[in-house]
C-alpha cells in the first residue's frame, strides 16, 4: 500500500512516520505539508497538488488539525484513496458521518482511528469487564498542555476541543472497555478567559444501566502526568493506567507492555483495506459533543503558551 501523509506535524514525526516504516505491506510515497518535507520523498503544498502528481498513491493518513480536515479527506476519497484519519475523526459529527457515506459510495475504506484503544491493556480491560456488573467509574485525564501541545494555536481555536483533545482518549477507552454505552448528564467546562476552548472539564456521566461515571480533565498538571480509569464492578475493581498502557486488579498489576499504539493501527489499517472495510465509530466524538450540548461554562485565568507570558 502506497501511503501518503497529510500535517507533517508533531503526531507526524513522533509516531506516524516510525509506526508506517514498521508496517509490512504499508509504504510511504509521498507527503503533503505547508511549511514541512522529508528529505527523499515527493513533497507538496497540499493535498490536491498531491493527488494530482502522484496518481499511484493507495491510500492517505491526515495528521492535520480536525476542523481542517473535511475538503482535504473528500479530496482523498472522491480521488478514490483509503483513508486513515487521526482523532477526533473531524470537528463535526456530520461531517464524519458525511465522510462514511462518501467512503461507502467509493468503495474506498475509512479508518477513523482512536489510537488510546490500541493502549496494551484495553483489550484485556474490555475482556475483564465483560459480564460483571459496573458499580462507578472514574476517568481522571491531567496532563501539562505546554508539554504535549507546544504552541499549537488551533487546539484553543472553535473546533480544536481544547482539554477535550486529550479527554477524547480517554472516552474512547472507556466507550471500548464498558459493557453498556455512556450518557452524558452534566458538565462543566473551564475556559481560560483569552482562549475559546476549555483547559478543565467535569463530565458526569451515566451508563445506560445506571451506573455513575465521573470525568476530570485538567491541562494545567505539571510534574507527574495522570491518565487513569478506574471501574467499581460486583467482583472486584480494575484500573487501567498509563493511558491505558497498565492493567490493576484488585491492587495487582496483571500487565504493563510498551506502547505499540500506532503500529497496531496501521497493522490494522492495512487489514481493513485487504478486507475492503471500514472502521468509524463516533462515539467518543459524540459524548464530547454532549458534554459541551450541556455544559456549564465558568471562566478561569487566562492561559499563556510560556507561563512567564502572563507577568
Ligand atoms: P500539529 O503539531 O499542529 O501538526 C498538525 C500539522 O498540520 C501542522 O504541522 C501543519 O503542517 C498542518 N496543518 C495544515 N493546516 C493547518 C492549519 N490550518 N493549522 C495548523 N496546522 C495545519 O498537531 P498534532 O499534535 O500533530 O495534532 C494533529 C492531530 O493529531 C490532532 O487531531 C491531534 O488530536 C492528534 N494527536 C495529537 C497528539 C499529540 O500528542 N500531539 C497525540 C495523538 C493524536 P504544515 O504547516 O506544514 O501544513
Given at each position: 500500500m502506497k501511503l501518503a501523509l497529510v500535517g507533517l506535524g508533531k503526531i507526524a514525526r513522533d509516531q506516524h512516520l516510525p509506526a508506517i516504516e514498521a508496517t509490512p505491506g504499508a509504504r510511504l510515497a509521498a507527503i503533503a505539508s505547508r511549511h514541512a518535507g522529508l528529505d527523499g520523498l515527493p513533497c507538496y503544498p497540499t493535498i490536491d497538488a498531491l493527488l494530482a502528481a502522484e496518481p499511484g498513491i493507495d491510500a492517505v493518513t491526515l495528521c492535520t488539525p480536525p476542523d481542517r480536515r473535511f475538503a482535504q479527506a473528500l479530496a482523498a476519497l472522491d480521488a478514490g484513496k483509503h483513508l486513515m484519519l487521526e482523532k477526533p475523526p473531524g470537528a463535526t459529527l456530520a461531517e464524519v458521518a458525511a465522510l462514511g457515506r462518501r467512503a461507502a459510495a467509493a468503495g474506498v475504506t475509512l479508518f477513523a482511528t482512536w489510537h488510546s484503544r490500541e493502549a496494551a491493556a484495553v483489550g484485556p480491560a474490555r475482556r475483564w469487564l465483560a459480564g460483571r456488573e459496573i458499580r462507578s467509574a472514574r476517568i481522571t485525564w491531567k496532563e501539562d498542555v505546554r508539554h504535549w501541545h507546544p504552541g499549537q494555536g488551533w487546539i484553543w481555536?472553535?473546533?480544536?476541543?481544547?482539554?477535550?483533545?486529550?479527554?477524547i482518549n480517554a472516552l474512547s477507552i472507556a466507550t471500548a472497555i464498558l459493557p453498556d454505552p455512556l450518557l452524558v448528564a452534566r458538565s462543566a467546562l473551564h475556559f481560560p478567559s483569552n482562549r475559546a476552548t476549555p483547559i478543565a472539564a467535569e463530565v458526569d456521566m451515566v451508563t445506560a444501566a445506571g451506573a455513575p461515571v465521573a470525568m476530570e480533565l485538567d491541562w494545567r498538571q505539571t510534574g507527574p502526568q495522570t491518565w487513569d480509569i478506574s471501574v467499581e464492578t460486583d467482583d472486584g475493581a480494575l484500573t487501567l493506567s498509563k493511558g491505558g498502557a497498565v492493567l490493576t486488579i484488585d491492587g495487582a498489576e496483571q500487565l504493563a507492555e510498551p506502547d505499540e499504539e500506532y503500529r497496531r493501527l496501521y497493522a490494522r489499517f492495512v487489514e481493513l483495506v485487504a478486507a475492503g472495510e471500514s472502521d468509524v465509530d463516533m462515539s467518543p466524538l459524540m459524548l464530547v459533543a454532549d458534554a459541551f450540548l450541556v455544559g456549564r461554562r465558568h471562566v478561569v485565568e487566562p492561559f499563556f503558551d510560556a507561563p512567564e507570558m502572563a507577568t
Open positions: 481555536e472553535p473546533g480544536g476541543l481544547g482539554v477535550f483533545d486529550p479527554g
